[in-house]
């Protein structure tokens, strides 16, 4: 009746079982490897990333060819700061003077990114960190492109892992929308805290835009003062999902 077939699957298939179950549990390189082969090219990119240590990380962002980007480039620009800060502000990519230095907002935005750090008593390099979504400048000083930032999501994931900040501050549209993966308004996003990967962020102004539009500087500060409040119920250990929502109009 054809049966005989089918039981010697069903015995092939226990004695197979068997042999799992009697052999010696892969570790956990073997089982690593064995998933990476079936990942895509993307992801097993990314995973690779992923492990990287701090030096490391440097020195692949350094030598990335994985976008069109790296074609104008003058310098990539890593970041900047304290590597166990408790806050860090990502911004959306580097300008022409940031793309010569190889170091984030260092023109007239950076300016007054450090006035504004200092008057919440911060300071550059210390307990902060700063970096952009993008690490190369986009042509022109355009906003980076979708694939241009998706290019770079795995440095600034790898960064902030590292770092492992108590508070992001998302610095304008392009960076809000990258890291909360939204294409809603400042107006919407502001004196909120939102969640990136667990780690509470708020978001504010691009110094740029605010050096164009001179009246929403006294947005931005009600910003960085509803950030300091949340870092202060972070610290003390307050539950900082509870904090008001406050914005400056």
């Not at 998706?150 to 998302?170: D, T």
Request: aromatic share 6%; net charge positive.
């Amino acid at each position: 009746m054809g049966l005989t077939p089918v039981w010697r699957l069903r015995e092939r298939a226990a004695t197979a079982e068997r042999a799992l179950a009697d052999a010696p549990a892969a570790s956990n390189e073997q089982r690593a490897t064995g998933d990476e082969s079936r990942l895509s090219e993307a992801e097993r990119r990314r995973a690779a990333i992923m492990r990287l240590d701090w030096a490391a990380l440097k020195a692949r962002v350094a030598s990335c060819t994985d976008c069109p980007l790296h074609e104008k480039r003058n310098k990539t620009v890593f970041g900047v700061g304290d590597e166990r800060a408790e806050w860090v502000f990502v911004g959306e990519g580097p300008g022409a003077d940031e793309d010569a230095r190889g170091e984030p907002f260092v023109g007239q935005a950076g300016k007054l990114l450090d006035n504004m750090l200092a008057a919440i008593q911060l300071k550059r390099g210390e307990n902060v960190f700063i970096c952009n979504v993008v690490k190369c400048r986009p042509p022109g000083n355009r906003n980076p492109e979708r694939s241009e930032a998706l290019a770079c999501e795995p440095y600034l994931h790898r960064q902030i892992e590292l770092i492992k900040p108590r508070l992001i501050v998302a610095l304008g549209r392009i960076a809000a929308a990258n890291l909360l993966a939204t294409d809603a308004s400042i107006a919407s996003l502001r004196g909120r805290i939102h969640r990136y990967r667990g780690i509470p962020l708020i978001v504010t102004y691009h110094p740029a835009y605010l050096l164009r539009n001179l009246p929403d500087k006294a947005k931005a500060w009600a910003d960085l003062c509803f950030a300091v409040g949340v870092m202060r119920d972070l610290q003390s250990g307050k539950a900082a999902d509870n904090r008001e929502s406050v914005k400056g109009e």
